[in-house]
């Protein structure tokens, strides 16, 4: 019996060996199914650590994405529903999704942008943020689109970074009923931007906003002008389609370049093993299409397949927790792609609020952004998939473009095991290796690292060539670094353990913990800071700080507001952090170097193992009977009460 179980294992890991060993020729023909204007020359040219995928080939994504479509049964069906918090709906046709992208690049090019310009989008989950990034890539420019959780500050640097010269933005965007004022921030972001010569600015309420004279103009007005065709620009394979910036180990984010037809090939190919989309699919994936999910499944890979997208504007839980329930229900979703940060909270309002609905279109449920907990992956297997729907836990990072490790419906479904995200997609060659870059014995722990190149991967950080050799490929020799730990079992399953560098996950979100303190310090009282993570039962994982106050300040609540205040104004809300914990030692190698591997043991209250490379051992015995008094007195207050309306930014991965 269990043989039998195991048989499509060893089925699929014979067809993935197979791509692996011979992957150009897998790859071109992968290829061969997103539309092409000149056929490639050659599959893949690389100089490692940079790849050129389907060199000499011809394309462009809004034509792959919407016009192939006109010719097809697919011309009048729905390309996008949108929703928001108060029910209000849009919906596009392909034929409609066109003309709007058509319009808008139209619009773009009488702004003077021009093939490879960089075109940044700072905008709430609305249809026009899907039209402006599809219109960008007609005409050949590059967009960067920045979450609208993040900050002035956040955005500006962005912006300063790609040296932009056209800005997409909203007046509002509408968050658990309030409005978010979007056009303010990016107001007072453009006081430091001084490249940015246009801002187009979406009406997505009748608020007042300001607008600055011969810099802003309206979307709808520069629409009326607008054209209903444009011919799409034919861009080379390796032309990029967008840079998406990204937390790493340094304060300074990380521009990740995606070009246009690695990308587009694989995640045609992934979405179609995954999610066994097809162009009848209903397909809704809850991230903000300000991070890669975002990008990958509400727009590319879905439209690329003909499928339907759903698009919905707010927090999971808003005006009831059982909208997402009634969305599922009213539009027949077939594919739900959700983080486990979210499935978590669900968890914690009870299943009432999913008995109330029909999910019976679901057919495949999918998670992303953190290991899933194998209890949270039973309750979604039964309450949302009705036991009835594989989970493909899916595994995979700004930097990969695409899926890399999940099970594969759409070839083989192999027996799923929760909390682990099976295997390797074919042709990615992932390892689980030691210290010296050597397979470790299954079971035992190791970083995760991928030992070929594959057609989503980045092509690296935008100006920044070395620090892209350095994170990711100095590590060990000759393979891609993740940043991650994980666990290959005895059948090749591949288990995620989390970050191995100083990367945070908090409710999925990725922030860097030198990002977080580098804000904390630019506060004028702090002196020095460390942020670790902690376990949080919603969020996966939370924010906690150590600060050292400067001479002449006194621990008291205040600070600790100002400092969350600093955060939330330098990063954005995402930034807030659980605990702040004032003191007057950091632990540190003789070298100076603070050790948070002490900090996060103390704060996760597990061994602080080896500290004979600290400077003072003080610190750890300070820091730790401050951290004892701190739970003592968490026990002594009242219990919170049951997880209510006001929950945190979630699921935006
Ligand atoms: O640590 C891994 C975690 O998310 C990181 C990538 O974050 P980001 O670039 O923001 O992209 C997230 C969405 C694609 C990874 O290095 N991660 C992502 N998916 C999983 C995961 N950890 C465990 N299981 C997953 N399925």
Same mark, same amino acid.
């Given at each position: 019996? +269990?043989?039998?179980? /195991?048989?499509?294992?060893?089925?699929?890991?014979?067809?993935? *060996?197979?791509? !692996?060993?011979?992957?150009? %020729?897998?790859?071109?023909?992968?290829?061969?199914?997103?539309?092409?204007?000149?056929?490639?020359?050659?599959?893949?040219?690389?100089?490692?650590?940079?790849?050129?995928?389907?060199?000499?080939?011809?394309?462009?994504?809004?034509?792959?994405?919407?016009?192939?479509?006109?010719?097809?049964?697919?011309?009048?069906?729905?390309?996008?529903?949108?929703?928001?918090?108060?029910?209000?709906?849009?919906?596009?046709?392909?034929?409609?999704?066109?003309? +709007?992208?058509?319009? /808008?690049?139209s619009v773009l090019?009488?702004?003077?942008?021009? *093939?490879?310009? !960089?075109?940044?989008?700072? %905008?709430?989950?609305?249809?026009?943020?899907?039209?402006?990034?599809?219109?960008?890539?007609?005409?050949?420019?590059?967009?960067?689109?920045?979450?609208?959780?993040?900050?002035?500050?956040?955005?500006?640097?962005?912006?300063?970074?790609?040296?932009?010269?056209?800005?997409?933005?909203?007046?509002?965007?509408?968050?658990?009923g309030k409005l978010v004022a979007l056009k303010e921030i990016a107001d007072d972001a453009l006081n430091s931007t001084p490249t940015v010569k246009k801002v187009v600015l979406v009406r997505r309420t009748r608020e007042e906003v300001k607008m600055k004279e011969g810099r802003d103009c309206l979307y709808h007005e520069l629409m009326k002008d607008a054209e209903n065709y444009v011919e799409p620009e034919v861009v080379e394979s390796t032309h990029p389609l967008y840079i998406l910036y990204t937390s790493g180990t340094t304060g300074k984010p990380k521009g990740i370049v995606h070009s246009t037809g690695g990308y587009l090939v694989y995640n045609y190919a992934t979405y179609k093993w995954v999610f066994d989309i097809s162009d009848e699919s209903i397909y809704w994936c809850t991230a903000d299409v300000g991070w890669v999910t975002g990008h990958s499944s509400i727009v590319y890979a879905p439209l690329l397949h003909g499928a339907t997208i759903i698009m919905y504007e707010g927090v999971p839980d808003y005006p009831d927790p059982g909208k997402w329930w009634e969305i599922i229900e009213r539009y027949g979703v077939t594919i739900f792609y959700t983080s486990p940060t979210a499935v978590r909270m669900f968890i914690r309002y009870g299943e009432e609020w999913i008995k109330k609905h029909d999910l019976s279109s679901l057919k495949i449920l999918g998670s992303v952004g953190e290991s899933i907990n194998p209890e949270v992956w039973k309750w979604y297997y039964k309450h949302i998939g009705g036991e009835r729907c594989p989970i493909v836990d899916t595994w995979w990072q700004t930097e990969t473009g695409g899926i890399m490790i999940s099970p594969a419906p759409g070839i083989e479904l192999v027996p799923l095991k929760p909390g682990s995200a099976t295997l390797p997609l074919p042709g990615i060659d992932a390892e689980v290796v030691g210290d010296s870059g050597e397979p470790m014995t299954p079971g035992v722990k190791g970083y995760l690292v991928i030992r070929k190149p594959w057609p989503g991967m980045t092509n690296g950080i935008y100006k920044d060539p070395d620090r892209y050799k350095?994170?990711?490929?100095?590590?060990?020799?000759?393979?891609?670094?993740?940043?991650?730990?994980?666990?290959?079992?005895?059948?090749?399953?591949?288990?995620?353990?989390?970050?191995?560098?100083?990367?945070?996950?908090?409710?999925?979100?990725?922030?860097?913990?030198?990002?977080?303190?580098?804000?904390?310090?630019?506060?004028?009282?702090?002196?020095?800071?460390?942020?670790?993570?902690?376990?949080?039962?919603?969020?996966?994982?939370?924010?906690?700080?150590?600060?050292?106050?400067?001479?002449?300040?006194?621990?008291?609540?205040?600070?600790?507001?100002?400092?969350?205040?600093?955060?939330?104004?330098?990063?954005?809300?995402?930034?807030?952090?659980?605990?702040?914990?004032?003191?007057?030692?950091?632990?540190?190698?003789?070298?100076?170097?603070?050790?948070?591997?002490?900090?996060?043991?103390?704060?996760?209250?597990?061994?602080?193992?080896?500290?004979?490379?600290?400077?003072?051992?003080?610190?750890?015995?300070e820091i730790k009977a401050g951290y004892e008094e701190f739970k003592q007195m968490l026990k002594g207050k009242p219990k919170r009460k049951k997880v209510g309306k006001k929950q945190s930014r979630s699921n935006n991965n």
């Open positions: 019996m +269990e043989k039998e179980k /195991f048989y499509p294992v060893r089925r699929y890991i014979e067809l993935q *060996k197979k791509a !692996i060993s011979d992957s150009e %020729s897998f790859w071109g023909k992968e290829a061969e199914e997103i539309p092409w204007f000149k056929r490639w020359d050659k599959v893949l040219v690389w100089k490692e650590p940079f790849a050129q995928w389907f060199v000499g080939g011809t394309l462009n994504a809004s034509y792959a994405c919407v016009d192939v479509h006109l010719h097809s049964w697919r011309k009048n069906k729905i390309a996008l529903y949108w929703e928001d918090e108060r029910g209000n709906t849009k919906s596009f046709s392909y034929t409609q999704l066109h003309r +709007e992208v058509n319009r /808008f690049a090019k009488n702004l003077g942008v021009k *093939k490879g310009d !960089i075109v940044v989008l700072y %905008s709430p989950m609305i249809p026009e943020l899907v039209i402006s990034m599809l219109a960008t890539a007609r005409i050949g420019a590059i967009h960067t689109v920045i979450f609208s959780g993040f900050s002035s500050q956040s955005l500006a640097d962005r912006i300063n970074d790609t040296g932009a010269k056209v800005l997409i933005t909203a007046d509002f965007g509408v968050r658990r350095e994170v990711y490929w100095s590590r060990f020799k000759g393979m891609y670094y993740t940043g991650d730990y994980a666990i290959k079992d005895d059948e090749g399953y591949f288990w995620l353990l989390g970050r191995a560098d100083e990367v945070l996950k908090v409710a999925g979100h990725r922030l860097g913990t030198a990002e977080i303190e580098s804000a904390v310090i630019a506060t004028p009282f702090v002196a020095e800071a460390a942020v670790v993570g902690i376990p949080d039962p919603i969020k996966g994982e939370n924010i906690v700080v150590f600060a050292i106050l400067k001479e002449g300040h006194k621990p008291t609540d205040k600070l600790k507001k100002e400092i969350i205040g600093t955060l939330r104004k330098q990063i954005g809300p995402i930034a807030t952090p659980k605990e702040i914990h004032f003191v007057t030692k950091l632990p540190k190698t003789r070298s100076g170097k603070i050790m948070r591997r002490v900090l996060k043991a103390i704060v996760q209250d597990v061994a602080v193992g080896d500290v004979t490379t600290l400077e003072d051992e003080a610190s750890v015995e």
